[in-house]
């Protein structure tokens, strides 16, 4: 294995560097007693996560007592990034916290009322970089087998 198509273990400064690139990542909650995931516009605020919200069942699993878990990633170069943290979720309240928040540039792509604000502040954080595998790498005897007709 070359230097190439080793996995790089990243650094917190490089986790947030990367987190500040891509503009939507996944929200994973325990939501009516099992997993669930949700698609979200976020910011970076310093060392938190920052993304809007409605009422609903999203909201309401991400402030419940689970922790949360945030990931987001991306590829450049023929390498990809992944990033993960993980901590308690918490609705920005008051107003010095919600006008600070208002000013982050933070447009979700779904439009409808989104007027609550959530941070998560980690309690863990990692990041992994690696080279993208082409399709090439899974090939197999069979990959060349027949196939059935379409439908």
């Known amino acids: 294995m070359s230097g190439n198509d080793a996995i790089e273990v990243l650094s917190a400064d490089a986790c ?10 996944r929200l994973a909650v325990l939501a009516e007693g099992g997993p669930d995931i949700f698609p979200v516009n976020y910011v970076v605020d310093g060392g938190t996560v920052v993304f809007r919200t409605g009422a609903g069942g ?3 699993a991400a402030l419940g007592t ?12 023929g390498r990809a990034w992944s990033v993960v943290l ?29 007027g609550r ?11 992994r970089r690696f080279p993208v595998a082409g399709p090439e790498a899974w090939r197999t005897a069979l990959s060349e087998g027949p196939r059935a007709a379409e439908e």
Not at 117 to 127: C, K, Q
């Open 16 to 25: 947030w560097t990367l987190l500040r690139t891509a503009a939507v990542g």
């Open 58 to 60: 999203k909201l309401t």
């Open 66 to 77: 689970a922790p949360v878990a945030f990931e987001a990633d991306g590829s450049e170069g």
């Open 86 to 114: 993980k901590g308690r979720a918490e609705q920005v309240r008051g107003t010095e916290g919600l006008l600070d928040t208002l000013g982050l540039r933070l447009h979700p792509w779904q439009a409808g009322e989104k």
């Open 117 to 127: 604000f959530v941070r998560i502040a980690p309690s863990e954080l990692s990041g």
